[in-house]
């Protein structure tokens, strides 16, 4: 069985050997693939829904790794015990839902040594969130798939010394400190989304678009900001 992009970026960032417990784990090819990689760690695949822990049970049956694999119906972390996992996997959600798992039960949060994040949406307001209570972000990673762009994370108990700027925020400390390319590309991207738009505003010249233009100025701003840190030697 071979992930997606998507699905491998995550993966490899679960430290080797750590128990795991992949939440919403839809297919169970994270946990597949870990069990292969991991012969000896335990592993736990849930989901809110039948359907998709029914279709990872088939994915299972037929890797031949039921006995590795303990499948849970669970909202979030419902299902886990406080100190049964090393490790967490969010991936694949929106980010108001990954800041609801983490706070909805932190008996269990606060026993979870590693975090793997990978946020659909709102992902400056993860990084805040992790920020404001306490985490580090120790490695973040980002892929190209299909025309989309997925950044992710791994974050620990550690509260970080230097707060975050607005544009780590946005577009990550990590990622921004290594110049990813990936990242890099999807800034470019973005820049000429935005340099489009405001061509297309200015010479709408209403008062609406006017409007319009200052925020996407400023949004233009803080991607050139970004890229700054790509020429920096």
Not at 120 to 128: K, P
């Amino acid at each position: 069985m071979e992930l997606s992009k998507r699905l491998s970026a995550v993966a490899g960032l679960v430290t080797e050997g750590a128990s795991v417990a992949d939440i919403g784990t839809d297919h169970g090819y994270i946990p597949i693939w870990l069990a292969k990689r991991d012969p000896a760690v335990k592993l736990i695949a849930m989901d809110v829904n039948e359907g998709p822990l029914e279709r990872a049970r088939e994915h299972i049956l037929a890797e031949g790794l039921s006995d590795r694999i303990d499948l849970r119906l669970s909202d979030g972390f419902s299902a886990l015990d406080p100190g049964e996992v090393h490790t967490i996997i969010a991936a694949g959600m929106g980010g108001g839902l990954v800041i609801h798992i983490l706070e909805a039960n932190p008996a269990v949060t606060d026993s979870v040594q590693e975090f793997i994040l990978q946020p659909q949406s709102e992902i400056e307001r993860v990084r805040a969130y992790l920020e404001r209570e306490g985490y580090t972000i120790v490695r973040e990673e980002m892929v190209e798939e299909d025309g989309k762009y997925y950044p992710m994370m791994k974050a620990v108990h550690r509260r970080e010394i230097i707060p975050y700027s607005e544009v780590e925020l946005l577009y990550g400390r990590d990622l921004l400190r290594r110049r990813h390319p990936v990242l890099r590309d999807f800034l470019l991207r973005e820049e000429r989304i935005r340099e489009d738009i405001l061509e297309r505003l200015r010479r709408a010249g209403t008062p609406g678009a006017v409007q319009r233009q200052e925020d996407v100025e400023r949004e233009l701003a803080r991607i050139r900001e970004a890229l700054g840190r790509y020429a920096c030697q």
